[in-house]
């Protein structure tokens, strides 16, 4: 009986240490490299001289998709693609236009589609539920430059090179989850001149992403 016993509770003591290492074993999104998909939504305020000279109103009308590649250190890189929108309506004013002076309502807009690739460096690993971290981002993007004279139009298009920084954290809604929310604040500029645009197009941006990650 004492043998049976023996066996019986050495037994037990394997299973108890297998369990516990499975148990602690890390989940795949640390022992693996795996994938991210970010949609956003946020606000953009125009800085520097194109807000003095053309667009000073923040626009809300901002939206992006990124996809990325989580390595197993601290890095990832990816790409986004989005829509930048800026407008703002001027009170009815005189414009010398020539040699000829004109009554308009002036609506001034300029739409970017900006086409990025990025790499984030993140402060803390892929199995952390709050990771912070930074952003470098290049491409380029295509501008759409349209001011209207009420019902007629001045418009400019062009396809330029676009960079930016930024910062942001993103939360996990569980630990090892698939799913979580990713906040975000970034410097972008394009250069760009024409009409009243003449040192590009800085503006900062703010935006709230819910993420879905796999592998």
């Given at each position: ?20 290492n499975l148990y602690d074993l890390p989940s795949p999104y640390e022992r ?38 989580i390595l197993r250190n601290k890095f990832s890189v990816g790409g986004e ?135």
């Amino acid at each position: 009986m004492s043998i049976v016993a023996l066996v019986l509770v050495t037994s037990a003591q394997v299973l108890a240490q297998q369990g516990s290492n499975l148990y602690d074993l890390p989940s795949p999104y640390e022992r693996y490299t795996h994938y991210l998909a970010t949609a956003r939504v946020g606000a953009a305020i125009p800085i520097g001289a194109f807000a003095d000279e053309y667009i000073d109103k923040a626009s809300v009308q901002n939206y992006s998709l990124s996809v990325e590649w989580i390595l197993r250190n601290k890095f990832s890189v990816g790409g986004e693609v989005g829509q930048n929108y800026f407008q703002q309506r001027l009170p009815r004013q005189l414009y010398q236009l020539g040699e000829q002076e004109v009554s308009a309502v002036q609506t001034r807009t300029l739409t970017q589609y900006p086409i990025q690739g990025f790499v984030n460096y993140h402060f803390s690993g892929p199995g952390a539920m709050v990771r912070p971290y930074v952003q470098l981002s290049a491409g380029g993007s295509f501008v759409d430059y349209t001011l209207y004279w009420g019902n007629l139009s001045d418009q400019q298009q062009k396809f330029s090179f676009t960079y930016g920084v930024g910062a942001g954290t993103r939360v996990l809604f569980k630990r090892d989850g698939s799913m979580g929310v990713d906040l975000r604040v970034k410097y972008s500029q394009t250069p760009f001149s024409y009409d009243y645009v003449t040192s590009g197009i800085p503006a900062l941006n703010a935006s709230v992403g819910l993420f879905y990650r796999w592998w």
